[in-house]
Protein backbone atom coordinates (compact mmCIF):
# COMPACT_ATOMS: atom_id res chain seq x y z
CA UNK A 1 0.00 0.00 0.00
CA UNK A 2 1.35 3.64 -0.70
CA UNK A 3 2.26 5.81 2.02
CA UNK A 4 -0.06 8.46 3.47
CA UNK A 5 0.63 11.64 1.67
CA UNK A 6 -0.01 9.46 -1.72
CA UNK A 7 -3.49 8.43 -0.36
CA UNK A 8 -4.12 11.86 0.59
CA UNK A 9 -3.03 13.83 -2.58
CA UNK A 10 -5.02 11.62 -4.98
CA UNK A 11 -7.84 11.00 -2.51
CA UNK A 12 -11.26 11.18 -5.13
CA UNK A 13 -8.47 12.21 -7.94
CA UNK A 14 -9.44 9.18 -10.14
CA UNK A 15 -12.38 8.26 -7.77
CA UNK A 16 -15.84 9.04 -8.10
CA UNK A 17 -18.12 8.38 -5.35
CA UNK A 18 -21.41 7.25 -5.48
CA UNK A 19 -23.80 10.12 -3.70
CA UNK A 20 -21.71 12.47 -4.64
CA UNK A 21 -20.34 15.32 -7.11
CA UNK A 22 -17.27 14.43 -8.50
CA UNK A 23 -16.15 18.15 -8.39
CA UNK A 24 -17.40 18.21 -4.68
CA UNK A 25 -15.28 15.21 -3.70
CA UNK A 26 -12.38 17.16 -5.09
CA UNK A 27 -12.57 20.25 -2.99
CA UNK A 28 -13.84 18.53 -0.24
CA UNK A 29 -11.80 15.14 0.13
CA UNK A 30 -13.44 12.35 1.71
CA UNK A 31 -12.49 10.93 5.15
CA UNK A 32 -9.76 8.34 4.45
CA UNK A 33 -10.88 5.23 6.58
CA UNK A 34 -8.29 2.51 7.00
CA UNK A 35 -9.54 0.49 9.94
CA UNK A 36 -12.45 -1.10 11.66
CA UNK A 37 -12.56 -2.62 15.05
CA UNK A 38 -15.57 -3.37 17.26
CA UNK A 39 -18.10 -0.61 16.39
CA UNK A 40 -15.67 2.02 15.64
CA UNK A 41 -13.79 2.84 12.76
CA UNK A 42 -10.31 4.77 12.18
CA UNK A 43 -9.34 7.39 9.64
CA UNK A 44 -5.73 7.46 8.16
CA UNK A 45 -4.70 9.78 10.87
CA UNK A 46 -5.58 7.24 13.43
CA UNK A 47 -8.61 9.27 14.59
CA UNK A 48 -11.23 6.49 16.44
CA UNK A 49 -14.99 7.03 16.36
CA UNK A 50 -17.92 5.31 17.06
CA UNK A 51 -19.62 4.28 13.57
CA UNK A 52 -22.83 6.03 13.63
CA UNK A 53 -23.51 5.00 10.05
CA UNK A 54 -22.96 0.79 10.60
CA UNK A 55 -20.90 1.15 7.35
CA UNK A 56 -24.23 1.65 5.55
CA UNK A 57 -26.76 0.15 7.30
CA UNK A 58 -25.22 -2.88 6.91
CA UNK A 59 -22.61 -4.08 9.30
CA UNK A 60 -25.12 -5.05 12.01
CA UNK A 61 -21.96 -7.34 14.00
CA UNK A 62 -19.25 -4.54 13.88
CA UNK A 63 -16.26 -4.91 12.42
CA UNK A 64 -14.44 -7.66 14.55
CA UNK A 65 -16.65 -10.47 13.49
CA UNK A 66 -14.14 -13.18 13.27
CA UNK A 67 -16.59 -16.39 12.59
CA UNK A 68 -17.52 -14.40 9.34
CA UNK A 69 -14.02 -13.04 8.00
CA UNK A 70 -13.06 -17.05 8.86
CA UNK A 71 -16.03 -18.83 6.83
CA UNK A 72 -15.13 -16.12 4.28
CA UNK A 73 -11.25 -17.64 4.29
CA UNK A 74 -12.41 -20.87 4.30
CA UNK A 75 -14.84 -20.90 1.55
CA UNK A 76 -11.94 -19.06 -0.33
CA UNK A 77 -9.83 -21.97 -0.34
CA UNK A 78 -12.39 -24.31 -0.90
CA UNK A 79 -14.33 -23.30 -3.48
CA UNK A 80 -13.81 -19.06 -4.07
CA UNK A 81 -16.85 -19.17 -7.04
CA UNK A 82 -18.93 -21.59 -9.36
CA UNK A 83 -22.16 -20.07 -10.59
CA UNK A 84 -25.67 -21.37 -9.58
CA UNK A 85 -27.44 -21.00 -13.17
CA UNK A 86 -29.24 -23.62 -14.53
CA UNK A 87 -27.49 -27.32 -13.36
CA UNK A 88 -24.80 -26.54 -10.75
CA UNK A 89 -25.15 -25.53 -6.99
CA UNK A 90 -23.03 -25.60 -4.43
CA UNK A 91 -22.59 -26.65 -1.05
CA UNK A 92 -22.79 -23.54 0.94
CA UNK A 93 -25.56 -21.87 -1.10
CA UNK A 94 -28.11 -25.15 -0.33
CA UNK A 95 -27.01 -25.06 3.62
CA UNK A 96 -27.74 -20.98 3.63
CA UNK A 97 -31.39 -21.66 1.47
CA UNK A 98 -32.47 -24.11 4.06
CA UNK A 99 -31.01 -21.80 7.52
CA UNK A 100 -32.72 -18.69 5.93
CA UNK A 101 -36.26 -20.96 5.48
CA UNK A 102 -36.07 -21.68 9.23
CA UNK A 103 -35.19 -17.51 9.77
CA UNK A 104 -38.01 -16.20 7.76
CA UNK A 105 -40.71 -18.63 8.37
CA UNK A 106 -42.40 -16.54 10.71
CA UNK A 107 -42.73 -13.96 7.61
CA UNK A 108 -44.14 -17.18 5.76
CA UNK A 109 -41.37 -16.72 3.35
CA UNK A 110 -39.22 -20.00 2.26
CA UNK A 111 -37.52 -19.56 -1.35
CA UNK A 112 -34.69 -17.73 -1.62
CA UNK A 113 -33.57 -15.87 -4.73
CA UNK A 114 -29.53 -14.60 -4.81
CA UNK A 115 -28.68 -11.61 -5.94
CA UNK A 116 -25.22 -9.19 -5.12
CA UNK A 117 -26.93 -6.78 -3.50
CA UNK A 118 -30.25 -4.20 -2.15
CA UNK A 119 -30.50 -3.28 -6.29
CA UNK A 120 -30.35 -6.09 -7.43
CA UNK A 121 -33.11 -7.42 -4.67
CA UNK A 122 -35.57 -4.87 -5.54
CA UNK A 123 -35.19 -6.00 -9.14
CA UNK A 124 -35.54 -9.40 -8.59
CA UNK A 125 -38.58 -8.83 -6.77
CA UNK A 126 -40.05 -6.47 -9.36
CA UNK A 127 -39.18 -8.47 -12.00
CA UNK A 128 -40.48 -11.80 -10.31
CA UNK A 129 -43.32 -10.39 -9.75
CA UNK A 130 -44.37 -9.49 -13.06
CA UNK A 131 -43.66 -12.78 -14.14
CA UNK A 132 -46.15 -13.95 -11.22
CA UNK A 133 -49.47 -12.68 -12.50
CA UNK A 134 -48.28 -13.69 -15.83
CA UNK A 135 -48.08 -17.37 -15.04
CA UNK A 136 -51.34 -16.78 -13.11
CA UNK A 137 -53.10 -15.68 -16.34
CA UNK A 138 -52.92 -12.48 -15.49
CA UNK A 139 -49.91 -10.79 -17.96
CA UNK A 140 -51.77 -7.02 -18.11
CA UNK A 141 -50.56 -6.60 -14.83
CA UNK A 142 -47.43 -4.92 -14.92
CA UNK A 143 -47.62 -1.46 -12.87
CA UNK A 144 -46.06 -0.93 -9.71
CA UNK A 145 -47.05 1.26 -6.57
CA UNK A 146 -45.08 2.77 -4.01
CA UNK A 147 -44.70 5.77 -1.33
CA UNK A 148 -43.06 8.40 -1.60
CA UNK A 149 -40.09 9.12 0.48
CA UNK A 150 -39.20 5.59 -0.54
CA UNK A 151 -35.88 4.22 -1.19
CA UNK A 152 -35.61 1.06 -3.04
CA UNK A 153 -32.17 1.65 -4.83
CA UNK A 154 -30.64 3.00 -8.30
CA UNK A 155 -30.92 0.14 -11.20
CA UNK A 156 -33.50 1.90 -13.19
CA UNK A 157 -36.79 -0.55 -11.79
CA UNK A 158 -35.60 0.16 -8.30
CA UNK A 159 -35.11 4.23 -9.32
CA UNK A 160 -38.53 3.81 -10.92
CA UNK A 161 -40.31 2.91 -7.86
CA UNK A 162 -37.98 5.31 -6.09
CA UNK A 163 -40.05 8.05 -4.39
CA UNK A 164 -37.00 10.94 -4.01
CA UNK A 165 -36.55 13.15 -6.90
CA UNK A 166 -32.92 13.53 -5.82
CA UNK A 167 -32.41 9.66 -6.94
CA UNK A 168 -34.58 10.16 -9.91
CA UNK A 169 -34.38 13.58 -12.47
CA UNK A 170 -31.00 12.91 -13.80
CA UNK A 171 -31.78 9.46 -15.29
CA UNK A 172 -34.93 10.13 -16.47
CA UNK A 173 -37.26 8.77 -18.37
CA UNK A 174 -37.29 6.12 -15.86
CA UNK A 175 -39.99 2.83 -16.21
CA UNK A 176 -43.20 3.21 -17.19
CA UNK A 177 -46.19 2.44 -15.38
CA UNK A 178 -44.94 3.15 -11.89
CA UNK A 179 -46.75 5.67 -9.62
CA UNK A 180 -46.56 6.57 -5.92
CA UNK A 181 -48.66 7.86 -3.33
CA UNK A 182 -48.07 9.67 -0.13
CA UNK A 183 -45.96 8.33 2.68
CA UNK A 184 -47.61 8.21 5.88
CA UNK A 185 -45.10 10.98 7.33
CA UNK A 186 -46.24 13.25 10.22
CA UNK A 187 -43.35 16.04 9.60
CA UNK A 188 -44.45 16.51 5.96
CA UNK A 189 -47.46 14.96 4.20
CA UNK A 190 -49.68 16.55 1.82
CA UNK A 191 -52.98 16.31 3.84
CA UNK A 192 -51.66 18.70 7.09
CA UNK A 193 -52.38 15.95 9.51
CA UNK A 194 -49.72 15.04 11.95
CA UNK A 195 -51.77 12.44 14.10
CA UNK A 196 -49.95 8.91 12.84
CA UNK A 197 -53.30 6.83 13.18
CA UNK A 198 -55.12 9.67 11.28
CA UNK A 199 -52.45 9.54 8.48
CA UNK A 200 -51.86 6.20 8.07
CA UNK A 201 -55.83 6.25 6.97
CA UNK A 202 -55.46 8.65 4.80
CA UNK A 203 -51.99 7.07 3.20
CA UNK A 204 -54.34 4.03 3.27
CA UNK A 205 -57.29 5.78 1.15
CA UNK A 206 -55.01 7.24 -1.28
CA UNK A 207 -53.34 3.70 -1.83
CA UNK A 208 -57.23 2.58 -3.03
CA UNK A 209 -58.11 5.41 -4.71
CA UNK A 210 -54.66 5.06 -7.05
CA UNK A 211 -55.86 1.29 -6.89
CA UNK A 212 -59.20 2.36 -8.91
CA UNK A 213 -57.40 4.75 -10.66
CA UNK A 214 -54.56 2.40 -12.50
CA UNK A 215 -57.37 -0.12 -12.66
CA UNK A 216 -56.77 -2.91 -9.77
CA UNK A 217 -55.76 -5.68 -13.19
CA UNK A 218 -53.01 -3.27 -14.22
CA UNK A 219 -51.16 -3.23 -11.30
CA UNK A 220 -48.19 -6.13 -10.36
CA UNK A 221 -47.13 -4.83 -6.94
CA UNK A 222 -46.57 -2.56 -4.27
CA UNK A 223 -43.05 -1.76 -2.87
CA UNK A 224 -42.51 -0.91 1.26
CA UNK A 225 -40.04 -0.53 3.31
CA UNK A 226 -41.36 -1.07 6.61
CA UNK A 227 -39.43 1.67 7.74
CA UNK A 228 -38.41 4.28 5.33
CA UNK A 229 -34.95 4.38 5.54
CA UNK A 230 -32.63 6.28 3.16
CA UNK A 231 -35.92 9.10 3.03
CA UNK A 232 -35.65 9.77 6.52
CA UNK A 233 -36.03 7.38 8.70
CA UNK A 234 -40.14 7.54 8.68
CA UNK A 235 -41.73 5.55 11.22
CA UNK A 236 -45.53 4.73 9.65
CA UNK A 237 -48.02 3.96 12.30
CA UNK A 238 -48.33 0.16 13.25
CA UNK A 239 -51.41 0.12 11.34
CA UNK A 240 -49.98 1.11 8.13
CA UNK A 241 -48.05 -1.58 6.58
CA UNK A 242 -50.71 -4.19 7.82
CA UNK A 243 -53.38 -2.00 6.32
CA UNK A 244 -51.69 -2.33 2.76
CA UNK A 245 -51.39 -5.58 3.02
CA UNK A 246 -55.16 -6.25 2.85
CA UNK A 247 -55.99 -3.37 0.33
CA UNK A 248 -53.46 -5.76 -1.31
CA UNK A 249 -54.37 -8.85 -1.22
CA UNK A 250 -58.25 -7.69 -1.78
CA UNK A 251 -56.63 -6.20 -5.01
CA UNK A 252 -54.71 -9.71 -5.92
CA UNK A 253 -51.79 -7.50 -6.20
CA UNK A 254 -48.65 -8.49 -4.57
CA UNK A 255 -46.61 -7.27 -1.56
CA UNK A 256 -42.83 -6.39 -2.02
CA UNK A 257 -41.62 -5.84 1.70
CA UNK A 258 -38.06 -3.91 0.68
CA UNK A 259 -36.39 -5.11 3.97
CA UNK A 260 -32.68 -4.25 2.47
CA UNK A 261 -32.14 -2.25 5.56
CA UNK A 262 -34.50 -3.77 8.40
CA UNK A 263 -34.58 -7.39 7.62
CA UNK A 264 -32.11 -9.46 10.45
CA UNK A 265 -32.96 -7.15 13.29
CA UNK A 266 -32.36 -3.19 12.71
CA UNK A 267 -36.36 -2.87 13.64
CA UNK A 268 -36.05 -4.12 16.73
CA UNK A 269 -37.92 -7.39 15.62
CA UNK A 270 -35.84 -9.56 13.40
CA UNK A 271 -38.00 -8.25 10.12
CA UNK A 272 -39.85 -5.06 9.53
CA UNK A 273 -42.53 -7.30 8.17
CA UNK A 274 -42.97 -9.03 11.55
CA UNK A 275 -42.18 -5.85 13.31
CA UNK A 276 -45.56 -4.68 11.94
CA UNK A 277 -47.24 -7.88 12.27
CA UNK A 278 -47.76 -9.03 8.52
CA UNK A 279 -46.45 -11.19 5.71
CA UNK A 280 -45.32 -9.84 2.87
CA UNK A 281 -45.02 -11.94 -1.05
CA UNK A 282 -41.51 -11.22 -1.72
CA UNK A 283 -39.17 -9.78 0.48
CA UNK A 284 -36.20 -8.08 -0.05
CA UNK A 285 -32.80 -8.56 2.06
CA UNK A 286 -29.22 -7.52 1.24
CA UNK A 287 -26.50 -5.51 3.52
CA UNK A 288 -26.83 -7.08 6.93
CA UNK A 289 -27.18 -10.79 5.34
CA UNK A 290 -23.01 -10.78 5.01
CA UNK A 291 -22.78 -7.89 7.86
CA UNK A 292 -21.09 -6.09 4.45
CA UNK A 293 -18.38 -8.02 4.35
CA UNK A 294 -19.39 -9.72 0.63
CA UNK A 295 -21.96 -8.15 -1.68
CA UNK A 296 -24.80 -10.74 -1.32
CA UNK A 297 -28.57 -10.54 -1.45
CA UNK A 298 -31.60 -12.71 -0.90
CA UNK A 299 -34.81 -12.14 -1.98
CA UNK A 300 -37.30 -14.59 0.17
CA UNK A 301 -40.59 -15.65 -1.65
CA UNK A 302 -43.59 -16.57 -0.07
CA UNK A 303 -45.18 -20.31 -0.26
CA UNK A 304 -48.22 -19.29 -2.26
CA UNK A 305 -45.77 -17.22 -5.09
CA UNK A 306 -43.45 -20.60 -4.78
CA UNK A 307 -46.03 -22.83 -5.64
CA UNK A 308 -47.54 -20.51 -8.64
CA UNK A 309 -43.60 -21.27 -10.07
CA UNK A 310 -43.04 -24.59 -9.29
CA UNK A 311 -45.97 -26.08 -10.48
CA UNK A 312 -46.54 -24.28 -13.60
CA UNK A 313 -46.40 -27.09 -16.81
CA UNK A 314 -46.29 -24.39 -19.46
CA UNK A 315 -42.99 -23.41 -19.20
CA UNK A 316 -43.89 -19.58 -18.41
CA UNK A 317 -42.29 -19.87 -14.98
CA UNK A 318 -38.94 -20.50 -16.11
CA UNK A 319 -36.52 -17.66 -14.45
CA UNK A 320 -35.04 -15.72 -17.31
CA UNK A 321 -33.39 -13.09 -14.31
CA UNK A 322 -29.87 -14.00 -12.25
CA UNK A 323 -26.31 -12.47 -11.80
CA UNK A 324 -23.08 -14.32 -11.95
CA UNK A 325 -22.77 -13.94 -8.56
CA UNK A 326 -26.56 -15.28 -7.64
CA UNK A 327 -25.30 -17.37 -5.08
CA UNK A 328 -21.98 -17.18 -4.80
CA UNK A 329 -20.36 -19.19 -2.32
CA UNK A 330 -18.25 -16.73 -0.44
CA UNK A 331 -21.00 -14.62 -0.07
CA UNK A 332 -23.05 -17.98 1.05
CA UNK A 333 -20.58 -19.03 3.48
CA UNK A 334 -20.16 -15.54 4.56
CA UNK A 335 -24.21 -15.34 4.81
CA UNK A 336 -24.20 -18.59 6.56
CA UNK A 337 -21.80 -17.37 9.57
CA UNK A 338 -23.14 -14.20 10.06
CA UNK A 339 -26.57 -15.79 10.37
CA UNK A 340 -25.48 -17.67 13.07
CA UNK A 341 -23.62 -14.70 15.03
CA UNK A 342 -26.72 -12.57 14.67
CA UNK A 343 -29.25 -14.94 16.21
CA UNK A 344 -26.85 -16.16 19.01
CA UNK A 345 -26.15 -12.48 19.79
CA UNK A 346 -29.50 -11.42 19.76
CA UNK A 347 -29.14 -8.11 18.14
CA UNK A 348 -32.76 -7.64 17.64
CA UNK A 349 -32.80 -7.07 21.00
CA UNK A 350 -30.00 -4.67 21.72
CA UNK A 351 -31.28 -2.44 18.74
CA UNK A 352 -34.79 -2.45 20.61
CA UNK A 353 -32.85 -1.35 23.95
CA UNK A 354 -30.34 1.01 22.83
CA UNK A 355 -32.37 2.90 19.91
CA UNK A 356 -34.86 3.92 22.61
CA UNK A 357 -31.70 5.23 24.29
CA UNK A 358 -30.60 6.90 21.32
CA UNK A 359 -34.42 7.95 20.55
CA UNK A 360 -34.76 9.88 24.02
CA UNK A 361 -31.12 11.34 23.89
CA UNK A 362 -32.07 12.88 20.16
CA UNK A 363 -35.43 14.26 21.72
CA UNK A 364 -33.51 15.36 24.66
CA UNK A 365 -31.21 17.00 22.27
CA UNK A 366 -34.42 18.56 20.13
CA UNK A 367 -35.06 20.40 23.82
CA UNK A 368 -32.27 21.56 24.00
CA UNK A 369 -31.39 23.05 19.93
CA UNK A 370 -34.41 24.82 17.78
CA UNK A 371 -32.44 23.53 14.80
CA UNK A 372 -33.89 20.08 15.52
CA UNK A 373 -37.32 20.13 13.86
CA UNK A 374 -37.74 16.33 14.37
CA UNK A 375 -36.62 13.57 15.54
CA UNK A 376 -37.47 9.86 14.58
CA UNK A 377 -36.56 6.20 14.95
CA UNK A 378 -37.63 2.65 15.40
CA UNK A 379 -34.93 0.74 17.00
CA UNK A 380 -31.40 1.32 15.70
CA UNK A 381 -32.82 3.31 13.08
CA UNK A 382 -32.87 7.04 13.58
CA UNK A 383 -32.97 10.96 12.27
CA UNK A 384 -32.53 14.24 13.61
CA UNK A 385 -34.24 16.72 10.56
CA UNK A 386 -32.54 19.86 10.96
CA UNK A 387 -34.26 23.06 10.27
CA UNK A 388 -33.52 26.66 10.02
CA UNK A 389 -37.43 27.75 11.36
CA UNK A 390 -39.94 25.35 13.22
CA UNK A 391 -42.36 27.18 12.15
CA UNK A 392 -41.95 26.91 8.62
CA UNK A 393 -39.56 23.26 8.70
CA UNK A 394 -37.10 25.19 5.90
CA UNK A 395 -34.22 23.24 5.84
CA UNK A 396 -31.12 24.39 7.55
CA UNK A 397 -28.14 25.38 5.00
CA UNK A 398 -25.34 23.09 4.16
CA UNK A 399 -22.82 24.47 5.49
CA UNK A 400 -24.20 24.79 9.24
CA UNK A 401 -24.80 20.74 8.77
CA UNK A 402 -21.61 20.18 7.26
CA UNK A 403 -20.13 22.02 10.15
CA UNK A 404 -22.30 19.68 12.33
CA UNK A 405 -21.30 16.49 11.28
CA UNK A 406 -17.50 17.50 11.22
CA UNK A 407 -17.56 18.83 14.44
CA UNK A 408 -19.45 15.13 15.59
CA UNK A 409 -16.80 13.32 13.96
CA UNK A 410 -13.83 15.06 15.53
CA UNK A 411 -15.13 14.78 19.03
CA UNK A 412 -15.89 10.74 18.55
CA UNK A 413 -18.88 9.96 15.89
CA UNK A 414 -19.14 9.35 12.78
CA UNK A 415 -22.76 9.91 11.19
CA UNK A 416 -23.86 10.57 8.10
CA UNK A 417 -25.87 13.39 6.40
CA UNK A 418 -28.94 12.92 3.86
CA UNK A 419 -30.06 16.50 2.67
CA UNK A 420 -30.88 18.24 6.05
CA UNK A 421 -31.54 14.56 7.80
CA UNK A 422 -28.92 13.53 10.25
CA UNK A 423 -29.60 9.65 10.45
CA UNK A 424 -27.94 7.34 13.03
CA UNK A 425 -28.11 3.51 12.24
CA UNK A 426 -24.63 2.09 13.84
CA UNK A 427 -24.03 -1.70 14.72
CA UNK A 428 -26.74 -3.21 16.32
CA UNK A 429 -23.94 -4.36 18.74
CA UNK A 430 -23.00 -1.52 20.45
CA UNK A 431 -23.81 -0.67 23.68
CA UNK A 432 -24.92 2.34 26.19
CA UNK A 433 -21.35 4.13 26.88
CA UNK A 434 -21.22 3.72 22.77
CA UNK A 435 -25.11 5.24 22.55
CA UNK A 436 -23.71 7.91 25.08
CA UNK A 437 -20.93 8.87 22.72
CA UNK A 438 -22.64 9.41 19.31
CA UNK A 439 -25.27 11.85 21.78
CA UNK A 440 -22.30 13.25 22.95
CA UNK A 441 -20.92 14.02 20.24
CA UNK A 442 -24.16 15.21 18.27
CA UNK A 443 -24.15 17.71 21.21
CA UNK A 444 -20.87 19.08 20.82
CA UNK A 445 -21.67 19.44 17.17
CA UNK A 446 -25.32 21.50 17.62
CA UNK A 447 -23.40 23.30 20.03
CA UNK A 448 -20.48 24.34 17.51
CA UNK A 449 -23.20 26.36 15.26
CA UNK A 450 -25.49 27.57 18.51
C1 LIG B 1 -34.40 -0.02 1.40
C2 LIG B 1 -33.29 -0.13 0.41
N1 LIG B 1 -33.49 -0.79 -0.73
C3 LIG B 1 -32.53 -0.95 -1.64
C4 LIG B 1 -31.29 -0.41 -1.44
C5 LIG B 1 -30.22 -0.57 -2.49
O1 LIG B 1 -29.22 -1.41 -2.02
P1 LIG B 1 -27.78 -1.43 -2.71
O2 LIG B 1 -27.16 -0.10 -2.44
O3 LIG B 1 -27.09 -2.58 -2.02
O4 LIG B 1 -27.98 -1.70 -4.15
C6 LIG B 1 -31.01 0.30 -0.27
C7 LIG B 1 -29.70 0.89 -0.02
O5 LIG B 1 -29.48 1.62 0.90
C8 LIG B 1 -32.05 0.46 0.68
O6 LIG B 1 -31.86 1.15 1.80
Known amino acids: MRDNNFLKANNARSVWHPMAHPGDSLKNPPTIVTGGQGVRITDIDGHEVVDGVGGLWNVNLGYSCDPIKEAIAKQLESLPYYSIFRGTSNDAVIELSEELRDFFEPDGLSRAFYTSGGSDSVETA ?30 FGAASVNGNAKFRTAYEPLMAGCHHIPAPFTYHNPFNETDPEKLAQLCLNALEAEIA ?7 AAFVMEPVLG ?17 ICSKHGILLIADEVITAFGRTGSWTGSRHWGMKPDFLCSAKAITNG ?32 YSGHPVGAAAALACLRETKRLKVNENAAARGKELLAGLHTLSDKYEIIGNVRG ?34 GAMIRVSGNNIIIS ?15 SLDAGFAAVQ
Not at 129 to 151: A, M, N, W
Not at 213 to 219: D, L, M, P, V
Not at 379 to 401: F, H, N, Q, W, Y
Open 126 to 155: LRLSRQYHKIKGHPGRVKFLSLKYGYHGTH
Open 426 to 440: PPLVLTSADVQTLLT
Open 230 to 246: AGGVIVPHKSFMPGVRE
Open 213 to 219: FQGANTI
Open 293 to 324: FFPFGAVMISDEVAEAFETDKTGAAAIGHGYT
Open 378 to 411: EGLMCAAELVSDRETKKPLDKPTIGTIAKTAYET
